[in-house]
T-cell receptor, first 114, second 112 residues
Framework: EDKVVQSPLSLVVHEGDTVTLNCSYE??????LLWYKQEKKAPTFLFML????IEKKSGRLSSILDKKELFSILNITATQTGDSAIYLC??????????????FGQGTILTVHP | EADIYQTPRYLVIGTGKKITLECSQT?????MYWYQQDPGMELHLIHY???????EKGDLSSESTVSRIRTEHFPLTLESARPSHTSQYLC???????????FGSGTQLSVL
């Protein structure tokens, strides 16, 4: 059974701080790892990683995947109150009937105080 | 503008009622999904569809049913709602060749 574990579960920081969110996974046939940001209700896509060691970057957010150690990190620099959200990590399975289906972690609740 | 829509956003009903949660997307995606999410918990896949007239049960057992008669429409039905069905239901869609999901805003269901 595929499994995704995120840490920490909750994080409270002040504006300007840098945070690192962790995601470890077990999957029978790895296809990709995805990060989502969930504010209010609808998760919105941040990154998809398929190759080890290649950093994806978008503004103050960046992410990297380690396929050997089976984990990914999401970094947010110079945090702002608008970064407050739940950050979800998910893995996609490439095998058979599981093709393309995502397994999600519990999420990390990030709260950024002014 | 291409998007994915869910209605209603919030629903409070009594036990035993039949309900249908609506989900429509205008992106022409073949794949559609229903996830269930409780507070502080993972999203769990309860149903998915890879195209018209194709539906499959997900990893989490659910008493709900789905149908896919049109590409853009993927409604979820509960024949007799119970308090244990209280949860948030998220609909999503994706391209045939892609695992990147686009989510709707969700329906928060409360069964009293």
């Amino acid at each position: 059974e595929d499994k995704v574990v995120q840490s920490p579960l909750s994080l409270v920081v002040h504006e300007g701080d840098t945070v690192t969110l962790n995601c470890s996974y077990e999957v029978t046939n790895f296809r990709s790892l995805l990060w989502y940001k969930q504010e209010k209700k609808a998760p919105t896509f941040l990154f998809m990683l398929t190759s080890s060691g290649i950093e994806k970057k978008s503004g103050r957010l960046s992410s990297i995947l380690d396929k050997k150690e089976l984990f990914s990190i999401l970094n947010i620099t110079a945090t702002q109150t608008g970064d407050s959200a739940i950050y979800l990590c998910a893995v996609a399975n490439a095998g058979g009937t599981s093709y393309g289906k995502l397994t999600f972690g519990q999420g990390t609740i990030l709260t950024v105080h002014p | 503008e291409a998007d994915i829509y869910q209605t209603p956003r919030y629903l409070v009903i009594g036990t035993g009622k039949k309900i249908t949660l609506e989900c429509s997307q205008t992106m022409g995606h073949d794949k559609m999904y229903w996830y269930q999410q409780d507070p502080g918990m993972e999203l769990h896949l309860i149903h998915y569809s890879y195209g018209v007239n194709s539906t499959e049960k997900g990893d989490l057992s659910s008493e709900s049913t789905v149908s896919r008669i049109r590409t853009e429409h993927f409604p979820l039905t509960l024949e007799s709602a119970r308090p244990s069905h209280t949860s948030q239901y998220l609909c999503a869609s994706s391209e045939s060749y892609d695992e990147k999901l686009f989510f709707g805003s969700g329906t928060q269901l409360s069964v009293l």
